[in-house]
Every structure is written in C-alpha cells, then in structure tokens.
C-alpha cells in the first residue's frame, strides 16, 4: 500500500499487528467476513520472530488434553490449506516419545492418546529394536509411537497463509513498525509509515509483545523460553531425512526443568516466550474489549496456529468462541499481572 502522509486509513474493520504465523492465520480467518490489515515491522519474509525455520514438529501426544483436542482441527485445517493452495506444508513421519515408565508426564501422554483415540503404538525392547535399529532404547525407559505426528515445512507454511490471505481480498502492510496504540471504540494504530483506525485490533507480536502492551499499560508474565531442540541433517542422504520418514523424538525426564525434542532441519529459528504454565494467552484486553492478545506461545504454537487464529478471529469477532478459553485467560495470573492502568 503507498503512503500518504497523514492519511488515517479507517477502511479495514480490523487490523492484525504481527505476521508471525499466529497473525497471518488470524488474518486469514478474518479476512473471509472482514476488511483485514495485517502490518508487520519487518519486510516479509524475515527470520527475526519465533515463525521462521524450515521444519516444526507437529503431533497429537500432550500432556494436556485441550491440545490434543484442539490438533483434530489443526490437522484438518492444515490439510484444508494444502489443497486450497496446492502444496505440501505436511509430512507424516511419526514421534517416538521416550520416557521411564513411571514418570508421571510419560503416563499423562500415554492416557491423553488413548482416552482420546488417537492412534499410537507401544513396544517391547525387542519389537523398538527391530523397528528402529538406528535408535539405542536404554534399558530403564519405554517407547510409545504417536503415529500421527510428523513435520510442518515452517517457512512454506507461513508464505502460503499469508498468499491465500492476500488471495481473500487482506492487505498486508510490511515493513511498518507500530509505535503507538490508542485504545477507543475505534482503536488507533500509528505506524512508522502512517496512522491506522479500526473497529478492532488483535495483537501477536510474539517476542515483542510486552513492548505493544506498554501503550496500552499492561504487561504479561511472558519470559524468555530455554528449550532444548535438537535439529539434525543427514549426513548420508535418504538415512534419516523426512523422505524417509524418520520419526522426530520426545525424550521426557524425570529431574530436569525442560524435555529434549528433536526433528530433522537444516536451521535454528529465533526467539520464543513461555508463559509461567507454559499455556498460551488467547484473550481480550482487560480493559478494551476490542483488542484481543494471542501471546505466550511457549515454544509449541506453530502446529495449533490455525485454531488459534481461528479463535482470535472469533474474538476480535464478538463470537462465542468454538473451544473453552479458560486455560488461555489472563486472568490466571493475576498476582504477576501488571497493570499499568
Ligand atoms: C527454536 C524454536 C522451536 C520451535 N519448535 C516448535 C515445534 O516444533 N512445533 C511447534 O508447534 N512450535 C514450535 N515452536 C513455537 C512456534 O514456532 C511459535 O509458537 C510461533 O512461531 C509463534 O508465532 P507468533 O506469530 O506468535 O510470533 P512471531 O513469529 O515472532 O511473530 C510476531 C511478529 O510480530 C511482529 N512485530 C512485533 N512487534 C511489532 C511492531 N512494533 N510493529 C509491527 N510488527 C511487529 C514481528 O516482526 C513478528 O513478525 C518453536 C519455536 C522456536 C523459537
């Protein structure tokens, strides 16, 4: 879009700050019902957030059930892009998950597939051993094999939302970094190229989140994620590649703050923020229920991003929204919650 100087631009009924993969699918969910922006501070595409990166892991096995719930229609929307755009964003390799039996987040995984009827496999030494010879199981762990897992192409992904939006009649704004929010029953959004005026505002800003909430005097308990990825390339190609379908890993411990897993790529993406629980932020401001906030992604957003863009749409909508929000709700750190008001 060529700026104006000056020009307040009030023709969108929403605008989405941040075009991670959080905000793109946000953008694309709106823009079949609304006139969406999504402005971005970067030019597209950029490795500078958390949505970058050749390969994600995504998979059904969790320790909580709402996520498992939410994959079923991840899967489908992610195969629904796919055929809407005609590539492969998917490929189906499986997960091993590797834990001692008796660690109570092993057990908790395992329940969670069966009570949900997600198809898995378990084995003895033997059968691990004949299934995958190139993995050493040590003798004091088990094995369980969520079968649907495999890998999102991270950055093809990303580039055919944000297509398929624009395709849908949104408007992307790169390049143009947000410097100021003012709250109203229409929201206000100034930017480094121009100034913005709409009905509502979500904001997935990732990283940066805490920043945007300054002007609009709150901040989240978002600190910086330490997690352990271990990324490996094939030395001899077609041993332990995708196209082979070798299976990404969990390796759950028992004493250590954090569990290793792992996925084949050729590249480490960026930043990320957990929350205190490690579950997400999907909720409107507390004070301006047209801006609504997806944020804290804590390292394992990018494979539910069609749901939660789906839910941020349906927010920002004024709609009842499709899953129980209140795992996501700010309102459960209200002792760590600053407000600035
Ligand atoms: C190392 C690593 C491994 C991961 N592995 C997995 C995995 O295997 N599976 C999985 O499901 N998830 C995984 N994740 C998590 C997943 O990648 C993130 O949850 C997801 O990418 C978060 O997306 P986002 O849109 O919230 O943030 P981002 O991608 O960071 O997007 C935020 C956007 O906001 C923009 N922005 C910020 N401030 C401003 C401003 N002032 N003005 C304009 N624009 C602004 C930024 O430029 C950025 O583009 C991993 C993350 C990392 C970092």
Known sequence: MAAESNAVYSNFDTIVLGAGIQGSFTAYHLCKNSK???????????????????????????????????????????????????????????????????NPEFQTMKSTLVENEISMESFTSEE????????????????????????????????????????????????????????????????????YRAKSLVITAGPWTNKLLNHLRLQLPLKTLRIVVCYWKEKVPGTYGIRKSFPCFLRIFDSVEHHIYGLPSNEYPGLMKMTPDQDFILDHHPEHNNIIIGAGFSGHGFKLAPVVGKVLCELSAGKEPSYDLSPFKMCRFQSNLKSLL
């Open 36 to 102: 969406t922006v999504l402005i971005d501070q970067f030019t597209l595409p950029h490795s500078r957030g958390s949505s970058h990166g050749q390969t994600r892991v995504i998979r059904k096995s969790y320790f909580k059930d709402y996520y498992t719930q939410m994959m079923t229609e991840c899967y489908q929307l992610w195969k629904e892009l796919e055929v809407e755009a005609n590539v492969e964003l998917f490929r189906q390799t499986g997960m091993l998950v590797l834990g001692k039996e008796g």
């Open 128 to 195: 691990f051993s004949r299934r995958f010879p190139a993995v050493n199981l040590p003798e004091e762990l088990s094995a369980i094999f969520d079968k649907s897992a495999g890998i999102l192409y991270a950055d093809r992904a990303l580039k055919t939302v944000q297509d398929l939006f624009q395709r849908f009649g949104g408007t992307i704004c790169d390049g143009e970094k947000v410097v100021d929010i003012q709250p109203g029953s229409l929201v206000t959004v100034t930017t480094t190229a121009r100034i």
